[in-house]
């Protein structure tokens, strides 16, 4: 299973936030949209960073209430780990186990064209081995 096959059933729709948009608007996004994690991207596409709620919670730990009205281009990882439609979800589970994040946005020249979570990952997973043990099952069965 790839990423673009993924993409296909989920949809390509990425929540995005500007850089200079405040910590307390990105809570409220969150929160709204019911996710983990936003990418901050400006209005071309290009990804700029990522925001999650592991970086909110570091912020609130470092500066308390002052974090609130911080821009999110200061608590944001700027460096951020992206894979290509072509990628394999096993090859997603490697660089979300390797890197220790739940978030991967796919970037397609250049510009932002999905994101795959855990979630996403584990559920095709799932379905794929489940899938191969009904297929040991039958095959047993009909020996
Ligand atoms: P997460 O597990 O995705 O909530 O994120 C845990 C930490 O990793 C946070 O500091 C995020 O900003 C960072 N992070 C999340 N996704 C990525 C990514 N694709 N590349 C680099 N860092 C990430």
Redesign the pocket.
């Known amino acids: 299973m790839t990423v673009a096959r993924i993409l296909a059933e989920k949809g390509r729709s990425v929540v995005t936030i500007q850089p200079h948009r405040s910590i307390d608007e990105a809570i409220h996004l969150l929160a709204e949209k019911r996710i983990?994690?936003v990418v901050v991207a400006e209005a071309d596409g290009v990804v700029l960073?990522?925001?999650?709620?592991?970086?909110i919670m570091?912020a609130l730990a470092a500066s308390g209430a002052a974090a609130f009205d911080a821009p999110v281009a200061n608590h944001?990882?700027a460096?951020?780990?992206?894979c290509q439609r072509s990628a394999s979800v096993e090859e997603l589970m490697q660089?979300?186990t390797d890197?220790?994040?739940?978030?991967?946005?796919v970037v397609e020249d250049g510009k932002l064209a999905g994101l795959i979570?855990?979630g996403d990952v584990v559920k095709r997973r799932i379905a794929a081995v489940e899938a191969e043990h009904q297929a040991m099952r039958d095959y047993i069965t009909m020996a």
Request: glycine share 12%; hydrophobic share 40%.
């Open positions: 983990g994690a960073g990522i925001l999650s709620e592991r970086d570091r944001m990882t460096d951020v780990v992206t660089l979300m890197g220790r994040f739940r978030h991967v946005p979570s855990i």
